[in-house]
């Protein structure tokens, strides 16, 4: 029997990146996609609560299922696995994200809020993001890496409560140096408010910001992204800081 691949995303089921990823995906395997139907990017692990969703058929095929569903991305993980996927997946695929998730970004990640809660759920993941926002971003250079990436993880699989984010720089595949494994980056993003008034003289706020990463070191993302390598790092859903556990202790005793 061919692995059963589900994909999901944040920018949309209509994303080049999400197309992208199905057909290399459909090399490997059969392959069910349930994404948002529209951008859902920077809802991290967010879950519809407040009302019911709803989910669309896109296109049926041999080998591939498409629906859309009105929620997050984490939302498509959990509606997918449980009434629209014909067999638990072998592996779950989000992406190819238009845009950066490396560093501190898969903390507000849509893409990354599905793959960790794929990881909760027990199942092999992995976030594939291109560092390029455009909507009408180039992918072909960053295929033979995720297609490289996708066969070693269906072939060797990965360690329990493990996921994996990769991060591709915006370059041709021959001028990719290589892949390196890392680690995140110490960064953030120094936000701010632009505050204008509407048609109504009502004020809003619009969030920009600058994304502040001073010399990271060379076993970060950052660097390898920056001096033309794939990033990937592993990923698990524990947040414990495991290692101030005895100190606390010692303090609350």
């Not at 997050?72 to 509606?79: A, G, I, R, S, Y």
């Not at 295929?143 to 991060?167: C, D, F, K, M, Y």
């Amino acid at each position: 029997m061919k692995p059963l691949i589900l994909i999901t995303n944040d920018d949309g089921v209509t994303s080049k990146g999400i197309r992208a990823l199905d057909e290399v995906a459909q090399e490997f395997g059969d392959v069910v996609v349930m994404a948002p139907e529209h951008d859902a990017s920077g809802t991290s692990h967010s879950i519809t609560s407040s009302r019911p969703l709803r989910v669309r058929e896109v296109k049926q095929a041999p080998g591939l299922s498409v629906y859309c569903c009105d929620g997050t991305p984490v939302d498509c993980v959990k509606l997918a696995i449980e009434y629209f996927c014909p067999r638990k997946p072998d592996l779950v695929l989000s992406g190819i994200n238009h845009g950066s998730n490396s560093s501190i970004n898969v903390l507000y990640s849509g893409t990354m809020g599905a793959v960790i809660e794929s990881t909760a759920l027990g199942f092999d993941a992995i976030g594939f993001s291109l560092l390029h926002h455009s909507r009408e971003a180039d992918f072909s250079g960053c295929l033979p890496w995720v297609r490289q990436i996708i066969g070693n993880t269906l072939e060797h699989g990965l360690p329990a409560e493990v996921s994996l984010n990769v991060n591709i720089p915006r370059l041709p595949a021959s001028e990719i140096k290589g892949i390196r494994i890392c680690h995140e980056a110490k960064a953030m993003w120094c936000d701010s408010f632009v505050q204008r008034s509407d048609p109504q003289g009502r004020p809003y706020w619009w969030l920009t910001g600058k994304f502040v990463c001073d010399n990271p070191p060379e076993s970060s993302d950052e660097w390898a992204l920056a001096n033309g390598y794939v990033s990937i790092v592993p990923v698990h859903p524990d947040f414990t800081h495991y290692p101030v556990i005895d100190e606390l202790k010692e303090q609350y005793k």
